[in-house]
């Protein structure tokens, strides 16, 4: 019973890993495009998006895809409009197409599975060339996925809720923030000024964090992207701005943007997609209509290498060519939106080694053709759907219980769900025995893990007979510290998996061990110590998990 509940806890920290990565399995994009990588390899497939801008799609944690945009209409998972998911962007009288580059956006909700933020910006052309000073406005509404049975819809008195009438850029991301909360930053157009709006289980801040911040005095078209650590943000800037490419600096626990540092001058820049390791970043650029993608190595250690590294990866010809979009897959590459001129069939491109420098990053630019024609260009990749980070910690105690006595065990307070490894799922257990007792406790936040060792006093009739073995961290990641009591030395500690199977022996001559567990992979193990002329024998188990 003690390794069912062992295990039990095992696969709910592993799960919680693992649910944000799936998020972004199935993409919707371009002129009825999409990509699907739940088989490991992406596979080419229809939807009903139709779009010459950008768009943003998102899967339930296992992986499934829920619903789609593209800025004005929200998609099921069928291709179908949800009930009330057209006209989702606010009319106004000049509006040409609500189809921005990079102004779709879905948030899950912290505290509620079935909920989701859909965030919309309105094209900024309509101001640039047209003067209509409505344009850029920002938009948010919320779909339920148990409305239409179970298809999702926007929910009533949800729908087209504005939240910023000042100006917003088409550059719109989310980053995980540090305090169970996750930021919503766009941009203003006429400025330097960055806007990240607080998500929380309480719902959107409307006061957001302000950042002036910028070598430009316009920031209409491109890409921003922040990094996998979310220590770094790169803004692309096309056509109007006075740089092309720039690098910042980005404070997840406060939202705040600083230390702008240009890295290209070409007012060409596109898109920008950062390498999975964070050393890397790549760009696509209109490069004087020739359509490029460029590799800048951010690891070299002052700005000047930095921007000497600048690597071109591939280049096209002909009039109009631009290597459009870039972003990173779910399997660790980086898929490169193609050129167009239409009709031809929809390409994407593939960084197969993204954290390798230079050339050895190996980019194909035609890992994947679609089957059939498109009769819209660019068609931006989706926008990246992110959570929370689930921060995990850990806290250990120990406490004395008499021969014949019991207590009370309390884990700490503040969370939804409780798993011993006693297998008891509430807040607080009675024992009567010493041993060690550890709860893994879990909320949308993220899970925590208490471990108390239980030990009984000594007396002098006793002490030789008496042991223990105490295993920390628990659970533990690449290492772990054996303490022995009353054991006699020198001796062997054996790890074995759930099978019995050694895994590793340490000779021990100290009653304290370190042990490194870095080549264990994740699971439940068997720690014990033999030693001495008494062959004394000590047990524990321990959770390793990364």
Not at 30 to 51: A, E, K, Y
Not at 289 to 314: M, R
Not at 375 to 398: C, K, Q, R, W
């Amino acid at each position: 019973m003690k390794k069912l509940s062992l295990f039990i806890i095992l696969l709910a920290i592993l799960s919680l890993q693992a649910s944000a990565q799936k998020r972004n399995n199935v993409w919707a994009y371009g002129d009825r495009q999409g990509m699907d990588f739940n088989s490991g390899t992406p596979v080419l497939f229809n939807t009903s998006i139709h779009t010459l801008g950008g768009s943003a799609s998102v899967c339930d944690t296992s992986g499934q895809l829920l619903f789609y945009t593209q800025g004005d209409t929200i998609f099921n998972k069928l291709g179908t409009i949800m009930p009330n998911g057209s006209g989702i962007i606010a009319p106004y009288a000049s509006n040409s197409t609500p189809q921005s580059s990079q102004g779709q956006l879905i948030v899950p909700f912290i505290n509620n599975p079935n909920r989701y933020y859909v965030f919309s910006e309105e094209i900024v052309t309509d101001d640039i060339f047209g003067g209509d000073t409505a344009a850029g406005r920002l938009f948010y509404c919320v779909v339920d996925m148990t409305l239409d049975s179970g298809r999702g819809d926007v929910v009533s008195g949800l729908r087209t809720v504005e939240l910023d009438s000042a100006l917003t850029s088409e550059k719109m991301i989310a980053i995980p923030g540090d305090n169970c909360n996750i930021w919503l930053l766009v941009h203003s157009i006429y400025s330097n000024r960055f806007k990240a709006y607080s998500i929380t289980d309480s719902g959107i801040s409307t006061t957001p964090v302000i950042s002036d911040s910028g070598n430009s005095s316009m920031y209409a078209f491109g890409k921003m992207k922040v990094s996998p650590d979310r220590t770094k943000l790169a803004v692309s800037n096309f056509l109007f701005s006075e740089y092309g490419l720039e690098l910042y600096d980005f404070n997840a626990a406060t939202g705040m943007v600083s230390n702008p540092i240009v890295i290209d001058t070409l007012q060409e820049s596109i898109s920008d997609c950062f390498s999975p390791d964070n050393s890397k970043l790549y760009v696509t650029s209109f490069d004087g209509g020739n359509g490029a993608l460029y590799q800048f190595n951010l690891s070299l250690p002052s700005i000047t290498a930095v921007i000497a590294s600048k690597t071109l990866l591939f280049e096209l010809g002909g009039p109009g060519c631009s290597v459009y979009d870039a972003k990173r897959g779910p399997d660790g590459k980086v898929y490169v939106k193609m050129p167009y001129s239409a009709p031809v069939n929809d390409t994407i491109g593939c960084i197969n080694f993204p954290n390798l420098a230079g050339t050895a990053c190996g980019f194909t630019n035609a890992a994947l053709v679609s089957a059939a024609p498109i009769f819209l260009g660019n068609g931006d990749l989706p926008n990246e759907v992110v959570e929370m980070i689930h921060d995990t910690t850990y806290a250990s105690s120990t406490l004395s219980l008499p021969a014949g006595d019991s207590t009370i065990l309390t884990a700490t307070t503040g969370y939804t769900t409780y798993m011993w490894s006693t297998g008891d799922t509430s807040a607080a257990i009675t024992i009567t025995d010493s041993g060690t007792y550890y709860v893994t406790c879990i909320n949308y936040c993220g899970r925590h893990t208490d471990t108390f060792y239980v030990t009984q006093p000594l007396s002098v009739t006793n002490v030789n007979a008496q042991s223990a073995l105490a295993v920390y961290p628990n659970p533990a990641k690449t290492n772990i510290t054996i303490s022995l009591t009353n054991a006699s030395l020198p001796g062997n500690i054996n790890i074995t998996d759930m099978t019995g199977r050694i895994v590793k022996q340490v000779a021990v001559h100290n009653t304290t061990t370190n042990i490194n567990t870095a080549s264990l992979t994740p699971g439940i193990y068997n720690i014990t110590y033999t030693g001495g002329a008494s062959a004394t024998r000590q047990q524990a188990h321990v959770v390793i998990a990364r």
